[in-house]
């Protein structure tokens, strides 16, 4: 199995995914404004792989940190912590890890006592990731059946998670499972995560995968190449409105219109219980992803691009939301009020 991130001779060692699928390559960092660069560039991506990446930024600004007293060192941790926030707008993930590390620091005595508690909290952070992911796909693979084809946008694996993956987790549990399943994923347009990264990492490991087009979705599923979807999420809120990358509402809304049911992987963490559709920030990236880099443009030079991240899935298109802590089914107002009242 992949391992995305892990602590390494006092630095935060992470595999470099925008050199994948052609050169497996971990890179370091000491500096915690090198690991915000890492999460904006994406280096590292997928939502909980970046909370875990923000807690361990956060460990090393709190190294970096001269402060003697805890006051003071937890005025240069909310300094880094507004850093590391900038970086992703609308995974949910990060503003947890981030939160969660500067409210363990927020309750230590001394400034040194701070800094070991949050360097131990992350660790935990990262291994529990691991930990949540195997136990969300065993609650998962009961949902899919042996010689299932399954549908998948973007990457939720091991490359989007600290190890093993969510939506991919799923599948990879239901492979461990005995059950014979075969991928087909999008090549997720404009950054290519189906075709760099999910591709790359379940012929990895064994799973059998093909790549299609985006603009192949409808095609498959009226062809009836496809039994299931299921996809991770950046953001899930109360009211079980889905934030995933961009692709994915066309990816549901085609599974409804062809009665495939469609499920969404991940985490508790992923969870945004305050917010409102209306609340949401959708990330907007650079146009050249789309119209290409200077020296390699696919678009006339000077056209307007609207380069979205992610969109929004409405509840009324997604068959369950599969959780460490069970599944969530319609309606989700209920359901996932009653998986947190369970875990928390």
């Not at 299932?148 to 990457?155: A, E, L, Q």
Request: aromatic letters at 6%; charged letters at 20%; a negative charge.
């Amino acid at each position: 199995m992949l391992r995305t991130i892990l602590w390494k001779n006092d630095k935060v060692a992470m595999i470099d995914q925008t050199k994948l699928p052609g050169t497996l390559e971990y890179v370091e960092y000491d500096d915690y404004k090198g690991v915000a660069d890492a999460i904006k560039r994406l280096v590292i991506r997928g939502a909980p792989a970046i909370g875990v990446a923000a807690a361990f930024g956060m460990v090393l600004a709190s190294r970096q940190s001269s402060a003697t007293t805890l006051k003071d060192l937890l005025r240069d941790l909310d300094a880094a912590r507004t850093y590391l926030r900038a970086t992703r707008p609308t995974a949910v993930n990060l503003v947890w890890a981030l939160n969660k590390i500067y409210d363990t620091a927020k309750m230590s005595t001394d400034a040194q006592t701070a800094r070991d508690v949050i360097f131990k909290e992350a660790i935990s952070m990262a291994e529990n990731d691991i930990i949540t992911n195997k136990t969300m796909g065993r609650n998962g693979s009961v949902l899919f059946g042996d010689g299932d084809t399954i549908m998948t946008h973007c990457n939720a694996g091991a490359l989007a998670t600290v190890g093993y993956g969510t939506a991919l987790g799923v599948i990879r549990a239901a492979a461990e499972d005995g059950k014979s399943v075969q991928v087909i994923a999008t090549e997720t347009r404009p950054i290519q995560q189906g075709s760099r990264l999910t591709a790359f990492e379940l012929m990895h490991d064994g799973i059998d995968v093909s790549l299609i087009s985006d603009t192949a979705v409808g095609y498959s599923m009226a062809n009836g190449l496809i039994d299931k979807v299921v996809v991770g999420a950046d953001r899930i809120l109360s009211t079980g409105h889905v934030y995933n990358k961009i692709g994915t509402y066309q990816v549901a809304t085609m599974a409804r219109q062809h009665n495939i049911p469609f499920y969404v992987a991940a985490p508790l963490s992923t969870f945004d219980m305050d917010s409102e559709p209306q609340d949401v920030v959708i990330e907007m990236r650079r146009s050249a992803e789309v119209s290409g880099p200077p020296e390699n443009r696919t678009a006339p030079e000077g056209v307007n691009v609207l380069n979205p991240a992610f969109d929004m899935t409405p509840p009324e298109l997604i068959s369950g939301i599969i959780t460490e802590a069970g599944v969530a089914t319609a309606p989700y107002v209920e359901s996932i009020k009653k998986l947190f009242k369970a875990n928390f």
